[in-house]
T-cell receptor, first 113, second 114 residues
Framework: ETGVTQSPTHLIKTRGQQVTLRCSSQ?????VSWYQQALGQGPQFIFQ???????GRGNFPPRFSGLQFPNYSSELNVNALELDDSALYLC????????????FGEGSWLTVV | AQSVTQLDSHVSVSEGTPVLLRCNYS??????LFWYVQHPNKGLQLLLK??????LVKGINGFEAEFKKSETSFHLTKPSAHMSDAAEYFC????????????FGTGTSLTVIP
């Protein structure tokens, strides 16, 4: 157990809809990163939040957005869902940005139909 | 630029025999390197990490990896495979100027034959 919790664990959405995924970081961790893992692939970095500010972003369009709250929990929002957004979305927390070890939650499985 | 290449997409070993999962990295700077394991329908668990200290790194569950700068490799080994080792393994690189992101390989699926 890493202490990183994500919700919901599974959900199904229709193309064009919007989705919000949630993550509670490990106690004391102020940095949250989000990754997308398509079936059969390695995780791809979406973005990172450090002390409530975006602190790095991967190659994802603006319809992927996020928030980090004062308690360091985080949300990932995806607008205008596409079929290719179907994936496992992983949240990871760490004590600080940069090269610190990151600890993953078990993920949220999103299916877009 | 940072990247990792996992040289085998699938590896099968018999229970009790050694495990070797190969990883080569590309990094413009001194990298941090990690191995993570993912069991079916589970999140990612850290096995071990290298961050410029000892080149031979010991991790959990009997796994270890050796950082070889001259070969730009970070192969994962275990002397004796156990059935519970069957999983997906990811080699990961991070480092300065990576935009705070971890770069994952495409994964190696390990099968352990009884």
């Amino acid at each position: 157990e890493t202490g990183v919790t994500q919700s919901p664990t599974h959900l199904i959405k229709t193309r064009g809809q919007q989705v919000t995924l949630r993550c509670s970081s490990q106690s004391g961790h102020n940095t949250v990163s989000w990754y997308q893992q398509a079936l059969g692939q390695g995780p791809q970095f979406i973005f990172q939040y450090y002390r409530e500010e975006e602190n790095g972003r991967g190659n994802f369009p603006p319809r992927f957005s996020g928030l980090q709250f004062p308690n360091y929990s985080s949300e990932l929002n995806v607008n205008a869902l596409e079929l290719d957004d179907s994936a496992l979305y992983l949240c990871a927390s760490s004590l600080g940005a940069g090269m610190d070890t990151i600890y993953f939650g078990e993920g949220s499985w999103l299916t877009v139909v | 630029a940072q990247s990792v290449t996992q040289l085998d997409s699938h590896v099968s070993v018999s229970e009790g025999t050694p495990v070797l999962l190969r990883c080569n990295y590309s990094s413009s700077y001194s990298p941090s390197l990690f191995w993570y394991v993912q069991h079916p329908n589970k999140g990612l668990q850290l096995l071990l990490k290298y961050t410029s200290a000892a080149t031979l790194v010991k991790g959990i569950n009997g796994f270890e990896a050796e950082f070889k700068k001259s070969e730009t490799s970070f192969h994962l080994t275990k002397p004796s495979a156990h059935m519970s080792d069957a999983a997906e393994y990811f080699c990961v690189v991070s480092g300065p100027n990576t935009g705070n992101q971890f770069y994952f390989g495409t994964g190696t699926s390990l099968t352990v034959i009884p």
